[in-house]
């Protein structure tokens, strides 16, 4: 997708993080996780949820932009929050992570994740992050061949709770923020 806008979130941005995350989740685990649970999210507790996260400003949040100016995406980086299951606390193998891409379904497929998951290693890189890791749910078929695409090595897994289900997540990491930035 040529003519992309990508910039850090502003606070003006809250409303569209929040309308992404949700659709995200709805459009990317509808069928995998409790419908319940997925219908109970709202974009108004979302958007509280952005305004506290973008107030702490810790952890860099990208958006994208179609190149009419429609909110197309984002990526939520910073530094390893959730590691591994046996990684080392004092010597770990991945010391940056991608918490949250999300692209609403109608840019999907279109180069746009690539673009997110490119600039957030860059920034991580920047950040002295040579090694980044991310967390997906197993069943998400689309966003793990994505993820394996672009040469991300299955490095972990664990269960967790989500309303009445019970999903398998799985990590994948890429040793060098490099790798990833030249990846084709």
């Known amino acids: 997708m040529t003519g992309l806008i990508i910039r850090p979130a502003l606070e003006s941005d809250i409303p569209d993080l929040a309308h992404i995350h949700v659709q995200g989740w709805k459009d990317s685990y509808g069928g995998i996780v409790d419908q319940a649970f997925l219908d109970s999210l709202k974009k108004e507790d979302r958007a509280e949820k952005w305004k506290e996260w973008l107030a702490q400003g810790e952890n860099p949040v990208l958006m994208a932009f179609s190149p009419s100016g429609s909110p197309a995406g984002f990526v939520n980086f910073?530094?390893?929050?959730?590691?591994?299951?046996?990684?080392?606390?004092?010597?770990?193998?991945?010391?940056?992570?991608?918490?949250?891409?999300?692209?609403?379904?109608?840019?999907?497929?279109?180069?746009?994740?690539?673009?997110?998951?490119?600039?957030?290693?860059?920034?991580?890189?920047?950040?002295?992050?040579?090694?980044?890791?991310?967390?997906?749910?197993?069943?998400?078929?689309?966003?793990?061949?994505?993820?394996?695409?672009?040469?991300?090595?299955?490095?972990?897994?664990?269960?967790?709770?989500?309303?009445?289900?019970?999903?398998?997540?799985?990590?994948?990491?890429?040793?060098?923020?490099?790798?990833?930035?030249?990846?084709?």
């Open 78 to 184: 910073g530094k390893l929050r959730t590691p591994l299951p046996g990684q080392s606390p004092i010597r770990p193998l991945y010391t940056g992570e991608i918490y949250a891409l999300y692209i609403l379904k109608d840019f999907w497929r279109q180069g746009l994740g690539t673009t997110l998951m490119r600039a957030a290693a860059a920034e991580l890189k920047a950040m002295k992050h040579q090694s980044l890791c991310l967390w997906v749910m197993e069943k998400n078929i689309g966003a793990v061949s994505f993820y394996k695409k672009l040469g991300g090595a299955r490095c972990g897994k664990k269960d967790t709770q989500i309303g009445q289900t019970t999903a398998r997540e799985i990590a994948f990491g890429w040793r060098s923020t490099a790798s990833l930035l030249s990846h084709a």
